[in-house]
């Protein structure tokens, strides 16, 4: 086990490197730079900021300059707004971030394996019909259109419901259901049909064999059997809604890391892009690390040390 | 002898896009105290559901019983609310599947899925059901119980496997066992270590035991009467005995033909032609007459009478009756 973590780990450094550099070269074919504004600046004034920020030096310096601030964790300040580091935007953006993002995976993961449940039970019938409508629904639907009608519906028209911002749990529900409607189909669908082929499997009717409860047999032997597909593709779904929140917090004029991320692309803040990118990428991956191991976790088959001892 | 099971006059369909079909056409069948009955016949002849309509387990929809009672000691299953169908399996019917490979949920402990059913039906602690399930491992065989119960099925080979099955299904110490093709699936000597765990666990258990299978050499070992069925109906049963030695019905005999067997060196087996009826339209008569090397007239239009030959020995065929008998005596 120790082994195999420490190998999944050396791999998540090799990802996020080659995400870095990518980044960071992308980022540099970029036309502009931060000092590309409407307003001349002197040119001794624009030297002298360059300098500042090591802009004149060439690329392979910067980039240079660039794997030291990953390895010590400082971004250094940014450059549109001098009175903050990335590291404090970081630090204060991810904990309203990480809010909107735990709750959407719970929203969507309980739900949509509800409805995927309750699916499969009723097959064929009135509920599988509308569970299913909802799911193809909410598949098609991108999240920023949804997120608009659900303002103009339930903020504009009926006054139900805040349109913006972040500061109560009321705030909290448009931008949660935007975002965890898509994942929620996608789980609902595939618990769905996972679910349909488990429960004709042998053991099902082992389990109904010995007089166990409908709920005994359903949750305890075909649910945990039926999750798994479900969460061989979490991964993916974690990197949908990750990349979801930019659009859903700039929509929602939520103050988390996805502002300063498109902020930092808009305006080529690049200490500010840098930093987001890595931070999200090492994210992600870890979040993939921990999914494997919750598969290995759920499904004793799974091996996840290959080789050598236990 | 006590009458543990009365089948009478099953009848079971299924409904599908293409119409229903009549996968039990009025079965009768009577199970005594003690007894292995052996039910044998070609795929889709319906063995598996009676089986399965025994414990309610057939899927519905799109399966139902139709018509008929299953009396077991006295209480007719087929009328019996789903709860309480629930505190008879397990407890006093358990029933054993075909592919030890899949009836094991891969997901839980081998300990977990032994004790689930003890502590569903009866109020015992955990450690009082392990203690029983270590007892039960040891009667089939399996070393190591202690540890073996904390093991996922797929760290165990697929004769330990149907042990584990057969431990799980006698765990309440039930009164009728239903054994659903139990050694298809295994290689031919674990079916032999099988078969004799069976009359092992027979002789101290006492447990009545109904065997379906298609595999003679299984039935000439362990059973005590044979039940043959075709095309949805019993059309031939009697001890082992009168239907290895004596059978009547030719498809009985079709069946014993098609084995192969030692003391016939070099001779060529000889299977029975053709495929068992549609059971979508069933036909009116006897459904075997159109494989069948005697068939007669009468066969196709009139479902043949039922006749004893002996107080355990009974056929439905037109060649029992006395013109029939008769005409073959002058002609051969």
Redesign the interface.
């Known amino acids: 086990m120790a082994k195999y973590i420490l190998k999944r780990f050396l791999y998540m450094v090799v990802t996020v490197f080659i995400i870095a550099t990518l980044t960071f070269f992308l980022m540099n074919l970029l036309p502009g730079s931060p000092f590309n504004e409407e307003r001349t600046t002197n040119e001794a004034v624009q030297r002298n900021l360059e300098a500042h920020y090591h802009l004149d030096e060439p690329l392979i310096v910067q980039y240079v300059l660039y794997l030291k601030s990953i390895v010590t964790m400082d971004f250094g300040p940014s450059i549109k707004q001098p009175t903050e580091t990335v590291n404090s935007l970081l630090s204060r953006g991810f904990p309203i971030s990480a809010e909107l993002g735990v709750w959407t995976v719970l929203t969507a993961l309980i739900s949509g394996v509800a409805l995927g449940v309750f699916a499969a039970l009723k097959h064929n019938g009135v509920i599988d019909y509308i569970a299913m409508t909802i799911a193809v629904l909410g598949i098609s639907i991108p999240n920023f259109v949804l997120a608009t009608l659900l303002i103009q519906q339930l903020a504009v028209n009926l006054g139900i419901l805040p349109a913006a911002t972040w500061s109560s749990p009321q705030h909290m529900i448009l931008p949660i259901v935007a975002l965890a409607t898509g994942p929620m189909a996608i789980i609902a669908r595939l618990t769905r049909s996972s679910m349909l082929e488990t429960l004709t499997q042998d053991y099902i009717k082992t389990a109904r064999a010995k007089g166990l409860s409908p709920f005994k047999v359903i949750v305890k032997h075909a649910l945990k059997n039926a999750l798994m597909p479900v969460v061989t593709i979490l991964g993916t779904l974690l990197a949908g809604i990750l990349t979801g929140t930019f659009v859903i917090e700039k929509i929602f004029a939520i103050p988390g890391m996805g502002k300063y991320f498109v902020e930092g692309i808009n305006q080529r803040d690049y200490p500010v892009i840098m930093g987001t990118t890595v931070f999200y990428s090492a994210f992600l991956v870890f979040m993939l690390f921990l999914v494997d191991i919750a598969y290995g976790i759920l499904d004793p088959r799974i091996k996840l040390h290959k080789e050598g001892g236990s | 002898m006590e009458k543990l099971l009365d089948i009478r006059d099953l009848h079971v369909s299924f409904t599908t896009f293409g119409g229903e079909v009549q996968a039990v056409r009025g079965v009768n069948l009577e199970l005594y105290r003690g007894e292995t009955l052996a039910i044998v016949g070609e795929s889709g002849c319906g063995k598996s559901v009676t089986a399965n309509s025994i414990?309610r387990?057939i899927p519905s929809p799109p399966g139902k019983i139709k018509e008929g009672a299953i009396l077991f000691k006295g209480v007719d299953m087929t009328q019996l609310p789903d709860k309480e169908v629930?505190?008879?399996?397990?407890?006093d019917i358990?029933?054993i599947?075909?592919?030890p490979m899949?009836?094991?949920?891969?997901?839980?402990t081998i300990g977990d899925q032994l004790t689930?059913?003890l502590r569903?039906?009866r109020s015992i602690s955990k450690r009082e059901a392990n203690d029983q399930a270590v007892d039960m491992l040891n009667l089939v065989g399996i070393p190591n119980p202690v540890e073996r119960l904390k093991q996922?099925p797929?760290e165990f080979s697929g004769g330990m496997r149907q042990r584990i099955?057969i431990a799980?299904?006698l765990i309440c110490e039930p009164e009728l066992l239903i054994a659903d093709e139990p050694t298809t699936a295994l290689d031919v000597t674990i079916q032999a270590q099988i078969l004799q765990l069976f009359q092992k666990i027979q002789k101290q258990t006492r447990v009545s035991i109904i065997l379906i299978t298609h595999d003679l050499g299984v039935v000439a070992k362990i059973a005590d009467r044979i039940a043959v069925m075709y095309a949805g109906k019993v059309i031939e049963t009697g001890t082992r005995k009168e239907i290895f030695y004596t059978p009547q019905h030719p498809y009985t005999r079709g069946l014993l033909q098609s084995v192969p067997r030692l003391d016939q060196k070099g001779e060529k087996l000889i299977p029975i032609d053709g495929t068992p009826p549609d059971l979508f339209s069933p036909p009116a008569g006897c459904p075997f007459t159109a494989r069948c090397p005697m068939a007669m007239e009468v066969c196709s239009k009139i479902y043949p009478f039922h006749s004893e030959l002996s107080q355990t020995h009974e056929v439905n065929c037109w060649l029992q009756d006395e013109r029939a008998k008769k005409f073959m005596a002058s002609t051969f």
Request: proline residues 3%; positive net charge; without cysteine.
């Open positions: 414990m387990l629930r505190k008879i399996r397990g407890v358990s029933m599947f075909q592919d899949t009836a094991l949920n891969p997901t839980l689930e059913g569903q039906h996922y797929h099955v799980m299904a």
